[in-house]
């Protein structure tokens, strides 16, 4: 049962990233959401220090081209993701992307993997939408529905590529050089005059606490997707990705605990018994509805 823990404690860790990302987005500590996007896509080349360069080799052109198609489709996912974060409720945003993230992997995979869906598909695409509808109050501001459906679609884009990615090349070689496209993309980034003023002010002004925040909330990130491919390897990938429902679970006690402590930036409506009845139901049935998905 040790893949079980690992992928519960991987959620758990999932839960604390979305918070720490509405925070940093909404406070004053990150001053533009794609200034936050940068940092993020920056810190992929953390890889080269675990780099066993002897088993690395030079990139074929299609390698390249994928691995910078792979970078911008993440890249502008996690930008619309905070965009959507900067304006609205986690609990509402991370439902809606995670739905569609789910959905999108599935139907980007029949189209460019010629993988076929599964009879359950929409049995759990049903239950994904109902789920998702419960958990989310859709209290979304002007442009933030469509940030946070955007952020979805293009995480699930980003991760068959990076599946095709692996049957073209090593697994060494495609995370390797897809991380280090994720880096090119946030420089690119930079070619946007609005974005550079953004970024050089918000490194000027930006305090020791900020960068050390964004550099742990990013290292728990990469620690929980460890964690959730250890538990792949070691459990049934069906219910590892069912779990990812425990999210919504943990994002819902932290806003019971935060809410009070931290009305700025965690205001969601969790304090009446109903909605908490109604949240239950909906991470239900979004758990399911990954079950189904996966079978």
Same mark, same amino acid.
């Given at each position: 049962?040790? =893949?079980?823990?690992?992928?519960?404690?991987?959620?758990?860790?999932?839960?604390?990233?979305?918070?720490?990302?509405?925070? #940093?987005?909404?406070?004053?500590?990150?001053?533009?959401?794609?200034?936050?996007?940068?940092?993020?896509?920056? %810190?992929?080349?953390?890889?080269?220090?675990?780099?066993?360069?002897?088993?690395?080799?030079?990139? &074929?052109?299609?390698?390249?081209?994928?691995?910078?198609?792979?970078?911008?489709?993440?890249?502008?996912?996690?930008?619309?993701?905070?965009?959507?974060?900067?304006?609205?409720?986690?609990?509402?945003?991370?439902?809606?992307?995670?739905?569609?993230?789910?959905?999108?992997?599935?139907?980007?995979?029949?189209?460019?993997?010629?993988?076929? +869906?599964?009879?359950?598909?929409?049995?759990?695409?049903? %239950? @994904?939408? /109902? !789920?998702?509808?419960?958990?989310?109050?859709? &209290?979304?501001?002007? =442009?933030?529905?469509?940030?946070? /459906? #955007?952020?979805?679609?293009?995480? !699930? +884009?980003?991760?068959?590529?990076?599946?095709?990615?692996?049957?073209?090349?090593?697994?060494?070689?495609?995370?390797? =050089?897809?991380?280090?496209?994720?880096?090119?993309?946030? +420089?690119?980034? @930079?070619? =946007?005059?609005?974005? @550079?003023?953004?970024?050089?002010?918000?490194?000027?002004?930006?305090?020791?606490?900020?960068?050390?925040?964004?550099?742990?909330?990013?290292?728990?990130?990469?620690?929980?997707?460890?964690?959730?491919? %250890?538990?792949?390897?070691? !459990?049934?990938?069906?219910?590892?990705?069912?779990?990812? !429902?425990?999210?919504? #679970?943990?994002?819902?006690?932290?806003?019971?605990?935060?809410?009070?402590?931290?009305?700025?930036?965690?205001?969601?409506?969790?304090?009446? &018994?109903?909605?908490?009845?109604?949240?239950?139901?909906?991470?239900?049935?979004?758990?399911?509805?990954?079950?189904?998905?996966?079978?």
């Amino acid at each position: 049962m040790l =893949w079980l823990y690992l992928a519960l404690i991987a959620q758990f860790l999932n839960a604390a990233v979305i918070l720490a990302d509405k925070y #940093l987005v909404t406070s004053k500590a990150v001053s533009k959401p794609v200034v936050y996007a940068f940092y993020v896509g920056l %810190l992929s080349g953390v890889v080269v220090l675990a780099a066993p360069f002897g088993a690395i080799f030079p990139p &074929r052109l299609e390698i390249i081209g994928l691995s910078f198609l792979i970078a911008l489709s993440y890249i502008f996912s996690i930008l619309f993701l905070y965009k959507s974060l900067a304006a609205s409720d986690a609990s509402d945003v991370a439902p809606v992307s995670g739905a569609l993230a789910a959905i999108s992997t599935l139907v980007f995979s029949f189209v460019f993997l010629n993988h076929d +869906l599964s009879r359950n598909f929409l049995t759990g695409f049903i %239950l @994904l939408v /109902v !789920g998702t509808l419960l958990m989310s109050f859709f &209290r979304f501001k002007k =442009w933030s529905a469509l940030h946070a /459906v #955007l952020a979805g679609v293009l995480f !699930g +884009l980003s991760s068959v590529c990076v599946k095709i990615l692996f049957n073209m090349t090593s697994f060494i070689d495609g995370f390797f =050089w897809s991380r280090m496209a994720n880096v090119a993309g946030a +420089l690119m980034l @930079l070619l =946007w005059p609005a974005n @550079l003023r953004a970024v050089v002010q918000n490194i000027k002004s930006s305090t020791r606490g900020t960068k050390l925040l964004v550099m742990g909330n990013k290292g728990l990130a990469g620690t929980a997707f460890l964690l959730i491919l %250890l538990a792949i390897n070691l !459990g049934d990938v069906s219910i590892v990705n069912a779990l990812a !429902g425990a999210q919504f #679970l943990f994002l819902l006690l932290f806003a019971l605990i935060f809410t009070k402590k931290f009305p700025g930036y965690f205001f969601e409506t969790v304090h009446r &018994r109903h909605v908490i009845i109604q949240k239950l139901a909906g991470i239900i049935l979004i758990s399911a509805g990954l079950v189904f998905l996966f079978l």
